[in-house]
């Protein structure tokens, strides 16, 4: 029988990773083949081969990748014309009057824009703030830029209007005539419906530029994978779309590999009725965090990608480049890891594929928490010889032994990844010692107990299938669509019946992708979320609200909102600046015990080192038959993960496979 098999990717800088549902019997099969960054469709296809199907037996394939996050990041981006009103063609060279370090004069203030100053088209045209047009557009402008963009051979142009948020129709009729004059064509109101002038220029610059990008990895995965409406991609908002979708607006693709691993977490989250979690998914390239609190995971409504300002709601995970594969350097300052790193060519030095430079998998290596008797998903050994021949230039600096160097490098990746975890936390007016820690991820279980340690956390947990938890959020979240749009709405005096017509508009645009996909009206759920501040102020804080609207309500809400983040509260008035819609139909797919191989080889003790407990005899146990209490230290594996159990820690399954580890009782 074919087409019976539902398929989750997750491509990372180093591993691709790989878990595939069949729905008749609930089977569960994972892998995890090496990424090819220049061939990943390729890995792809490698991947469901290792899983030991073919494409005829596969009937959903979603798949969550960083491609167009690497690519900004490493401005490996194709030519892009910017097209703004008459006056702001500078809003990029201008920016904020923000330096990347108050107290370095010898660096660049900031970074340089995207777009070149002789790539910028001054366009003869205006609306005001609520929407009228103030200058028309005329066909003579419009044949003035069409001469113009010939010259300038761009392959991609970013279209961003003064105040395309609250009138877009200059910016629909400059894309219906350059539909024939270059191949990608990117609007602002398509891209970011909200005012903020900069941001919204700096993001449809960069779905621009990401648009020739998507359009040829997509094309190539429909072409080698034709599954038709069964092949979609994850959003970074936590939702999946259509490839059709994401060939107009490939900027959704941002952080999408993350996002998904914090779908699984809120799944996880929510059938173990934790109200607040900390995710801790640790890759081979970098190490992303993001608070779930009463099942819902934080949401931003934008970040900095290559110190440029990204804006669209998107899951708030906070990355850092602390991974496996994370480069060790001893400067002036002591160690520091990343964020350079070895990724999947040649990778960690232990890996034995002609890596080099010393990294965190390397220090784990060489203090015994990988098993060398083994190799990695059948394919990549560990080689200690290797990985101590690269830690040691490091601990002759320090003088230091190797073991002593390696706990080292293992301390002060924790004090990093700690830092991250802070951001999310006291950032966001939540102790982070209340919250359980979800740990996942190639690295995650290996640093989490070390982690909770330093953070002060008390409960662990490592979901199954933790090494691919990323591809099994694939097929875990929930299919929503959603939309941002600028309101600017005062409460006082608030017109109720224009706003609320508004809003019901917002919602009917969320709820057409769902309907044209043949889900029932009655089976989505509708999520409202205000974005208010004082009259004032300049940022505004997400306030969760119902219809029909109730301003006194909102206000009081935001006010409890705003005393939890800063302290205080004002009796100052407030505006309603944005707001987002969500349609939502709840995922029905339950993260079940997944049937992972263990690994082939016998489960002998070995010489493991920790803080304060060098070279000492620790059992090593097979997870897939773990079924009591298991006391520090030890090292519990599967095919794909290696647990990490410290003295002073213990870790019991539950029925679905998943560790809890705990402190055991003084």
């Known amino acids: 029988m074919t087409n019976i098999w539902e398929i989750g990717t997750d491509i990372g800088g180093t591993f691709t990773d790989i878990i595939a549902i069949r729905r008749d019997t609930s089977e569960t099969r994972i892998a995890k083949v090496p990424s090819r960054p220049h061939a990943p469709v390729q890995a792809m296809l490698e991947a469901i081969e290792a899983v030991g199907l073919r494409k005829s037996d596969v009937k959903r394939f979603i798949h969550g990748t960083t491609r167009i996050t690497n690519a900004i990041v490493e401005e490996r981006l194709p030519k892009v014309a910017l097209i703004a009103t008459k006056g702001f063609e500078d809003v990029l060279e201008i920016g904020r009057y923000r330096r990347r370090d108050l107290y370095r004069l010898d660096i660049v203030p900031k970074?340089?824009?995207?777009?070149?100053?002789?790539?910028?088209?001054?366009?003869?045209?205006?609306?005001?703030?609520?929407?009228?047009?103030?200058?028309?557009?005329?066909?003579?402008?419009?044949?003035?830029?069409?001469?113009?963009?010939?010259?300038?051979?761009?392959?991609?142009?970013?279209v961003s209007l003064l105040h395309a948020y609250a009138n877009p129709a200059h910016e629909k009729m400059l894309a219906e005539r350059l539909k024939d004059v270059v191949p990608y064509v990117s609007l602002s109101h398509e891209v970011n419906a909200e005012a903020r002038e900069y941001e919204r220029t700096s993001s449809t610059v960069f779905n621009a530029a990401a648009m020739p990008i998507a359009v040829e990895y997509l094309s190539e995965l429909e072409e080698r994978l034709p599954l038709g409406a069964g092949l979609q991609v994850f959003h970074s908002a936590g939702a999946m779309i259509p490839i059709a979708a994401v060939k107009r607006r490939p900027l959704v693709m941002a952080m999408s590999g993350p996002a998904a691993g914090v779908s699984a977490s809120v799944s996880i989250a929510r059938?173990?009725?934790?109200?607040?979690?900390?995710?801790?998914?640790?890759?081979?390239?970098?190490?992303?965090?993001?608070?779930?609190?009463?099942?819902?995971?934080?949401?931003t409504d934008g970040k900095l990608?290559?110190?440029?300002?990204?804006?669209?709601?998107?899951?708030a995970v906070h990355s850092i480049g602390a991974g496996g594969g994370s480069i060790v350097r001893a400067g002036a300052g002591g160690l520091t890891v990343g964020p350079e790193s070895a990724g999947s060519e040649p990778g960690p030095a232990c890996y034995g594929r002609g890596g080099n430079?010393?990294?965190?998998?390397?220090?784990?290596?060489?203090?015994?928490?990988?098993?060398?008797?083994?190799?990695?998903?059948?394919?990549?050994?560990?080689?200690?010889?290797?990985?101590?021949?690269?830690?040691?230039?490091?601990?002759?600096?320090?003088g230091l032994s190797l073991m002593e160097t390696a706990l080292g490098i293992i301390k002060?990746?924790?004090?990093?990844?700690?830092?991250a975890l802070r951001r999310v936390t006291v950032e966001r007016g939540i102790d982070g010692r209340d919250c359980t820690l979800l740990a996942f991820g190639g690295g995650g279980p290996m640093h989490a107990a070390g982690l909770a340690d330093l953070y002060g956390i008390t409960e662990i947990v490592v979901p199954a299938a933790s090494s691919a938890f990323s591809a099994l959020g694939c097929l875990t979240a929930d299919f929503s669509f959603l939309q941002q749009q600028t309101l600017r709405a005062p409460l006082a005096g608030i017109d109720l019946a224009k706003v609320s017509e508004r809003i019901d508009a917002m919602v009917e645009l969320t709820l057409e992708p769902l309907l044209a996909n043949g889900i029932a009206k009655s089976s989505v759920e509708i999520d409202l979320v205000a974005l208010m501040r004082y009259a004032a102020q300049a940022d505004a804080i997400p306030v969760p609200f119902t219809l029909p609207l109730d301003p006194d309500f909102l206000r009081e809400q935001f006010l409890k909102k705003h005393r939890e983040l800063f302290g205080y509260a004002t009796t100052e008035p407030c505006v309603i600046e944005s707001v987002r819609a969500q349609a939502?139909?709840?995922?029905?797919?339950?993260?079940?015990?997944?049937?992972?191989?263990?690994?082939?080889?016998?489960?002998?003790?070995?010489?493991?080192?920790?803080?304060?407990?060098?070279?000492?005899?620790?059992?090593?146990?097979?997870?897939?038959?773990?079924?009591?209490?298991?006391?520090?230290?030890?090292?519990?594996?599967?095919?794909?993960?290696?647990?990490?159990?410290?003295?002073?820690?213990?870790?019991?399954?539950?029925?679905?496979?998943?560790?809890?580890?705990t402190r055991v009782a003084a």
């Not at 002060?412 to 830092?419: F, G, H, I």
């Open 111 to 158: 970074a340089t824009s995207l777009v070149p100053r002789e790539m910028c088209f001054a366009l003869n045209e205006r609306m005001t703030h609520d929407g009228q047009v103030l200058q028309g557009l005329d066909k003579t402008e419009i044949e003035r830029l069409i001469v113009w963009l010939k010259d300038t051979g761009a392959q991609s142009v970013a």
């Open 271 to 299: 059938q173990l009725d934790k109200s607040r979690v900390l995710t801790f998914d640790m890759g081979g390239t970098t190490t992303d965090v993001c608070l779930i609190v009463d099942g819902q995971a934080e949401m």
């Open 584 to 661: 939502r139909q709840p995922s029905t797919t339950q993260v079940g015990r997944p049937g992972i191989d263990t690994r082939r080889t016998e489960f002998m003790p070995r010489k493991c080192s920790f803080d304060n407990a060098h070279d000492i005899m620790t059992d090593v146990i097979d997870r897939g038959t773990t079924s009591t209490v298991v006391a520090g230290p030890a090292i519990i594996e599967d095919a794909w993960s290696t647990v990490v159990v410290p003295p002073g820690w213990q870790a019991a399954p539950d029925a679905d496979g998943n560790l809890y580890m």
């Open 412 to 419: 002060v990746a924790n004090a990093t990844m700690a830092r």
């Open 357 to 398: 430079e010393p990294t965190i998998t390397d220090a784990n290596a060489l203090l015994g928490y990988l098993n060398p008797a083994t190799k990695l998903g059948d394919r990549i050994g560990i080689d200690l010889d290797a990985a101590a021949r690269a830690v040691q230039p490091i601990a002759d600096r320090l």
């Open 305 to 315: 990608l290559a110190d440029r300002p990204l804006r669209q709601p998107m899951l």
